[in-house]
């Protein structure tokens, strides 16, 4: 079974700078995708970006950038010009690839509240 | 277009009462998944249904949890004879038909539920 860390419980950052949050997992997979989701007060889970284990270069979503380190199983996010709007529940998720039971369901960290500062 | 949609919003509810709880996918989508997400903790699979599958229940924590899904769309979750950790957030997630381990998983905004 996979298992996902992210062990920072809560994270700040002053409006305009930048912050990375930190995750890491553990699989014996050689394929698989990774995902950051954000998920508001309104408690809706939103999709920040996602990342191929297969692809080398790391994803890159507007304001929104990974590290991907596959050999330290390393999955971190980097928020550039941060926003207010930006304050919320960040969560790193994994998901196989192969086929199992549960449709590939995703497997989840903990989290991380981020709080920004004006 | 219409995501999911998540009923109740809220609940309460005394220990011991059974809880029903809505989830009405985006429409066309046909795997529906269940999560629940405890106080300050990362969500937890619970269960998920494909189309007029079998569900997979691998994920539900005692036997008083049950999910079903009529005619492929709208799902209920039913806890029975609820208890104090059953407090938590229950989230809904639906995708589109095709390589379920490629299709991105929408959620819903879920029911707090609170168990007195």
């Known amino acids: 079974a996979q298992t996902v860390t992210q062990s920072q419980p809560e994270m700040s950052v002053q409006e305009a700078e930048t912050v990375t949050l930190s995750c890491t997992y553990d699989?014996?997979?050689?394929?698989?995708?990774l995902f950051w989701y954000k998920q508001p007060p309104s408690r809706q889970m939103i999709l920040v970006i996602r990342q191929e284990a297969y692809k080398q270069q790391n994803a890159t979503e507007n304001r929104f950038s990974v590290n991907f380190q596959k050999a330290a199983k390393s999955f971190s996010l980097k928020i550039s010009d941060s926003q207010l709007g930006d304050a919320a529940m960040y969560f790193c998720a994994y998901r196989s690839l192969w086929e199992n039971n549960a449709g590939n369901m995703l497997t989840f960290g903990g989290g991380t509240r981020l709080m920004v500062k004006p | 277009g219409a995501g999911v949609s998540q009923s109740p919003s809220n609940k309460v509810t005394e220990k011991g009462k059974d809880v029903e709880l809505r989830c009405d996918p985006i429409s066309g989508h046909t795997a529906l998944y269940w999560y629940r997400q405890s106080l300050g903790q990362g969500l937890e699979f619970l269960i998920y249904f494909q189309g007029n599958s079998a569900p997979d229940k691998s994920g539900l924590p005692s036997d008083r949890f049950s999910a079903e899904r009529t005619g492929g769309s709208v799902s209920t979750l039913t806890i029975q004879r609820t208890q104090q950790e059953d407090s938590a957030v229950y989230l809904c997630a639906s995708s589109e038909w095709g390589d379920p381990r490629r299709q991105p998983q929408h959620f819903g905004d879920g029911t707090r539920l609170s168990i007195l």
């Open positions: 699989t014996s997979e050689s394929d698989y995708y």
